[in-house]
């Protein structure tokens, strides 16, 4: 795994990553002060594990992204002692997904 400088990185609303003109393959880490989040992109597309933990290191979230960012079957939702709050089932409605100009359509037969 190859680590990149975050000034490299376009990020396009969440859903997009470009590196050098290129759509972005990895997983983005990004650190706050309210905690840490990493979610995984693919040919620059927002797709795969998507996953928030709170300053503390204890884990908030972790669901799945469809391609374009939408997310797609189960998300687990804890609080800050720990405790399951929540499990939701997406079924996300696939669409295309421009990386270089943020865009968003439809899929076609839609």
């Known amino acids: 795994m190859r680590r990149i400088d975050a000034e490299d990185l376009d990020l396009l609303e969440e859903t997009g990553a470009v590196l050098r003109r290129r759509g972005f393959t990895g ?3 990004e650190a706050e002060e309210t905690g840490v989040t990493a979610r995984t992109f693919v040919n620059g597309v927002a797709s795969g594990p ?3 933990w709170n300053s ?3 884990l908030v ?3 799945n992204l469809a391609t374009g960012g939408l997310p797609v079957g189960p998300s687990h939702h ?3 002692e720990g405790r399951l ?3 939701e089932r997406h079924r996300a409605q696939f669409g295309r997904f421009d990386p270089a100009t943020g865009e ?3 899929a076609p037969w839609l």
């Open 27 to 29: 997983r983005v880490v």
């Open 50 to 52: 998507d996953i928030a």
């Open 56 to 58: 503390d290191g204890r």
């Open 61 to 63: 979230s972790l669901g």
């Open 78 to 80: 804890w609080d800050a």
């Open 85 to 87: 709050v929540g499990e």
């Open 104 to 106: 968003q359509r439809p």
